[in-house]
């Protein structure tokens, strides 16, 4: 998979994707990630990118031109190609789970980070979707990238040692009664056994392999319902569903 990211602050990206699991994809070539300094395609020699709203109002607006420039040499001009062009604005979809896993199927994502007050309306013509990181405003989409590459990279193929680990997270479909279901991940714990007088729960050490996922799913039931009802209102609606559940509430 290849990435793309147009940003005006590239170096807000050298930390991250030196470390941990981003790196070592990118060293077994399973994702080339590449940033890109926007002022690169201004057309002055100020390498100006932004300008005043039209209509008047405070702060700066991202031009389209360098943008649209951007994009033109970066589109990879090969047929088939799985490819999307997503804007970070506080205006897009929320992200999440489903979002990544999706984005982690393409040949090539390009991500373009806005900045200021924002990026010219007309970029929507240039681009297949918006994405926001939440319901807040921050400074610029280099965060809201980094956050999107984190999550999708660690889906692609070979990328984590196990896919176990991607099977169990939280917000990974588990199938229940022929139904999907999002839930949280149950608790986990590690040595020492005792500490400070808080015990590991004792099924955890019984070998019981199947009394164990019995246990992990009522917990990621519990913890969902408490933490996270949103996530099960629909299911909420099958009744049929969650009838033969009520046992591990
Ligand atoms: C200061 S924000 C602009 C906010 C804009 N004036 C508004 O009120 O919607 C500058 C840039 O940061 C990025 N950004 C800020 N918050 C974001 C969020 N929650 N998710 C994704 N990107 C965000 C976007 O790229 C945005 O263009």
Request: charge should be positive; aromatic fraction near 8%; glycine fraction near 6%.
């Amino acid at each position: 998979m290849k990435i793309d990211i147009i940003t005006i602050f590239p170096k807000m990206f050298v930390g991250p994707f030196k470390e941990s699991i981003i790196k070592r994809a990118i060293n077994k070539k399973l994702v080339e990630i590449k940033i890109h300094d926007l002022r690169k395609w201004s057309k002055d020699k100020h390498r100006t990118i932004d300008d005043k709203p039209y209509g008047g109002g405070k702060g700066m607006i991202m031009m389209i031109e360098p943008i649209a420039k951007a994009l033109a040499s970066l589109k990879s001009k090969k047929q088939n190609l799985n490819l999307k062009v997503i804007l970070l604005s506080p205006r897009g979809k929320i992200f999440n789970q489903k979002k990544a896993k999706e984005l982690s199927n393409l040949d090539h994502l390009i991500l373009i980070c806005g900045h200021y007050e924002g990026v010219d309306e007309r970029v929507s013509k240039l681009i297949d979707e918006e994405i926001s990181i939440g319901d807040y405003v921050l400074t610029g989409g280099e965060i809201p990238a980094m956050v999107v590459v984190d999550s999708v990279v660690r889906l692609i193929p070979g990328v984590l040692k196990s896919r176990e680990t991607i099977k169990n997270e939280s917000f990974q479909l588990v199938k229940i009664n022929g139904k999907n279901l999002k839930l949280l991940e149950y608790p986990q714990y590690t040595r020492p056994e005792v500490y400070k007088g808080w015990r590991v729960p004792k099924i955890l050490l019984s070998g019981n392999h199947h009394q164990i996922e019995k246990w992990r799913l009522k917990q990621s039931l519990k913890l969902t319902r408490q933490r996270r009802p949103d996530l099960l209102v629909v299911f909420l609606l099958f009744a049929k569903l969650l009838l033969p559940l009520t046992f591990l509430f």
